[in-house]
């Protein structure tokens, strides 16, 4: 799988799978999702935590540093991904509608090269 082949609800599915075959959706409340896509964000970010900007960028030429974030990023999306499953959530229409409103909220004549 990769992101030019593989589509978003190839992805959901994956996961829809994975926890169906585990019994698992008896747990998986929006509550307890969105609980558990924040701890996982938090373990992505403790690979950050004390790196300087430019050492953060360095990540990505350290193989074993870069597998260990891909492994919490997608802990994170596998979470987001259950979440859109039990909540009914169309991913691809939610990012469309908040990146329109980002696109009002912050026109890019009026914020290029600065954020805020």
């Known amino acids: 799988?990769?992101?030019?082949q593989t589509t978003v609800a190839e992805l959901r599915?994956?996961?829809r799978q994975f926890v169906g075959e585990r019994d698992w959706v008896q747990f998986h409340t929006p509550?307890?999702?969105?609980?558990s896509a924040a701890i996982e964000a938090a373990e992505l970010m403790?690979?950050?935590q004390w790196l300087t900007p430019e050492a953060s960028l360095k990540v990505a030429s350290d193989a074993d540093e870069k597998a260990a974030v891909g492994e919490e990023l997608a802990d994170v999306?596998?979470?987001l991904l259950a979440l859109a499953n039990g909540?009914?959530?169309d991913v691809a229409d939610c990012v469309e509608r908040k990146m329109a409103k980002n696109a009002v909220k912050y026109p890019a004549d009026q914020f290029r090269g600065r954020y805020g």
């Open 31 to 35: 509550k307890n999702l969105a609980m």
């Open 46 to 48: 403790e690979h950050f």
């Open 87 to 89: 909540l009914g959530l």
């Open 13 to 15: 599915d994956l996961v």
């Open 77 to 79: 999306v596998c979470y």
């Open 1 to 4: 799988m990769n992101d030019a």
